[in-house]
């Protein structure tokens, strides 16, 4: 669990700091889309750089899901009385269900913006925006109902990663003293600031017409 999802932390901040792009303008945004693919060229083909992310991305989700569920039932198995309600009992849950709707939601936004390309503003589709990463991220976010599920997606993501950094830094040892796990829970914190945080910052300008 906490070497995959380092691997998506990583992933996490790249692909975010890659979107705030999208506020230094169209051409800028483009061009780093288009550039993604042409990344490592001619060793590597056209695109090849987001295929090798891609497997390691989807290796990595299939080995999360699997000790999530694998921990899941160990959990079940141990213990047939339930908890009560406590602080740690309520974070499992969150860690498990906020999981799922995590992956609820990367289904989605695959559709959105990578498989299908689908712009919900009714005022924008045909070719000029869907082909357009610029313009299909602005036309998606001018929808509420669009930056509505993205905003509560971050506020799981936040949730997820305060809890599962933290837990991965001490699976690795690394809250062995008073001052280490104080740090721990810190970086959690802090992860979960910047990553949702950043990721926020888009469609927020977007909703909020800094960005057209
Ligand atoms: C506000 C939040 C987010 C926005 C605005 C956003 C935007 C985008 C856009 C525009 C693309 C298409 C890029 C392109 O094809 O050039 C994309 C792809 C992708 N995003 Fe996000 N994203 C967000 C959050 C996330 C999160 C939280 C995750 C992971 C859980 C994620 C995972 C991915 C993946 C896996 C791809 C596909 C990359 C590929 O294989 O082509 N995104 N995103």
Redesign the pocket.
Known sequence: MAVTGLV?VG??LL?MYG?LKALSGEQAFNVY?EH?RTFGEPILPYGGL?WI??VV?IVSLVGHGHAAFALWARAGNARRTKYAAGKAALRTAWMRWGGVF?LL??VW??LH??VVKISPNPDATGPDVVNN?HR??VASFQVWWMTLI?VL??IA?ALHLSHGVFSAMQTLGWTNSAASYRRAKLLGHASAVVIAGG??I??LAIVFGLIQ
């Open positions: 998506f992933y996490l692909h979107n889309a993604l987001l992310v891609r991305l995590l939601f990367l936004h695959l913006f990578t990463p299909l991220l993205y997606a971050m993501l990721f926020l888009p469609p």
